[in-house]
């Protein structure tokens, strides 16, 4: 079946660099699409951005350009990376599957991940 | 960005009630609107898309309509399992965009 899985730290430091792997099963990363959506503590949800599964990434601008979003086909895992942390990146980061793949861009998500907190602390 | 106001905030009902959240759209989103349910520590979870469509494995009890550019979302029969957190979202245009969230408690 259809799985995500979140791996990452709990803690960053201020102005340094998040790094979270989304690794998933029960189908291809080259079929179908994975995003990248956050949620502060008690807050509500934030689109980060996609990797395609032609291979290219879309961001929010919102992150400017301080995140970068990658993968590993053979690994099949997705890659999250972003710099310059602050306090208000403290959040539970979810990866998340579209329900249809192929040529389907459209970001309604039926698979999640568990998700996986992160705290930024100075 | 598409805004969403999403209402109310919070709201608290008794099991076998209906209730109904609602979601508005800074502009035309053209039925791409999504419900999700989320329980404490959990991730969301898919109830509808493309404003009325049920999800697989969702109880008919969850339905969504829509009114221009205002969407809602009804839960009929309240069931104690249906205690959580509900939040819409446009799958229009990127980025996509959240409601705030309605949480739900049963009495």
């Known amino acids: 079946q259809v799985q995500l899985k979140e791996t990452g730290p709990d803690l960053v430091q201020l102005t340094q660099t998040l790094s979270i792997t989304c690794t998933v099963s029960?189908?291809?990363?080259?079929?179908?699409?994975v995003h990248w959506v956050r949620q502060p503590p008690g807050k509500g949800l934030e689109w980060m951005g996609a990797?395609?599964?032609?291979?290219?990434?879309d961001y929010n601008s919102a992150f400017k350009s301080r995140l970068s979003i990658s993968r590993d086909t053979s690994k099949s895992q997705v890659f999250l990376k972003m710099n310059s942390l602050q306090t208000d990146d403290t959040a539970k980061y979810f990866c998340?599957?579209?329900?249809?793949?192929?040529?389907?861009?459209?970001?309604?998500?039926?698979?999640w991940g568990q998700g996986t907190l992160v705290t930024v602390s100075s | 960005d598409i805004q969403m106001t999403q209402s109310p905030a919070s709201l608290s009902a008794s099991l076998g009630e209906t209730v109904t959240i609602e979601c508005l759209a800074s502009?035309?989103?053209?039925?791409?609107l999504a419900w999700y349910q989320q329980k404490p520590g959990k991730s969301p979870q898919l109830l509808i898309y493309?404003?009325?469509s049920l999800q697989d494995g969702v109880p008919s009890r969850f339905s969504g309509s829509e009114s221009g550019t205002q969407y809602s979302l009804e839960i009929n029969s309240l069931q104690s399992e249906d205690a959580a957190t509900y939040f819409c979202?446009?799958?229009?245009?990127?980025?996509?965009?959240f409601g705030a969230g309605t949480k739900l408690e049963l009495k």
């Open positions: 029960g189908f291809s990363l080259t079929t179908y699409n």
């Open positions: 493309d404003a009325s």
């Open positions: 502009e035309d989103i053209y039925s791409n």
């Open positions: 998340a599957r579209q329900k249809d793949g192929g040529y389907s861009r459209d970001p309604w998500f039926a698979y």
């Open positions: 979202q446009q799958h229009h245009d990127y980025p996509p965009t």
């Open positions: 990797m395609w599964n032609g291979g290219g990434t």
